[in-house]
């Protein structure tokens, strides 16, 4: 099994993080849910550990059966839309990478 991680930076102020958080559960999760061979999906609030800075927010990981599964569902018209619609509301605070998930 593989899972895209998607790790947000936290925005600017309150208003931005508002904004940001708006179109995240509204538009953006329904979206990357649609998504074809999606098996499931987590959304975490990062709170970080005491005493230290954190600089992220969120973290989601969206889980496929395989890197074959993933680069099909990114292919199709669903994946494609998820990645412009990330691109176009957060890319200034999103940073992904591919885990493979050892069982």
Do not use: C
């Not at 099994?1 to 931005?16: F, G, Q, S």
Request: zero cysteines; hydrophobic letters at 45%.
């Amino acid at each position: 099994m593989v899972k895209l991680i998607a790790l947000y930076r936290k925005a600017e102020d309150a208003e931005a993080l508002a904004e940001f958080e708006k179109h995240y559960y509204e538009v953006h999760m329904p979206l990357v849910l649609k998504t074809p061979g999606l098996i499931k999906s987590e959304v975490a609030k990062i709170t970080g550990l005491p005493g230290m800075e954190n600089k992220y927010h969120l973290m989601a990981e969206m889980y496929y059966a395989d890197m074959d599964a993933f680069n099909a569902a990114m292919a199709t018209p669903e994946g494609r839309a998820a990645g412009k619609d990330l691109m176009g509301f957060a890319k200034q605070y999103v940073e992904m990478i591919i885990g493979e998930v050892k069982e």
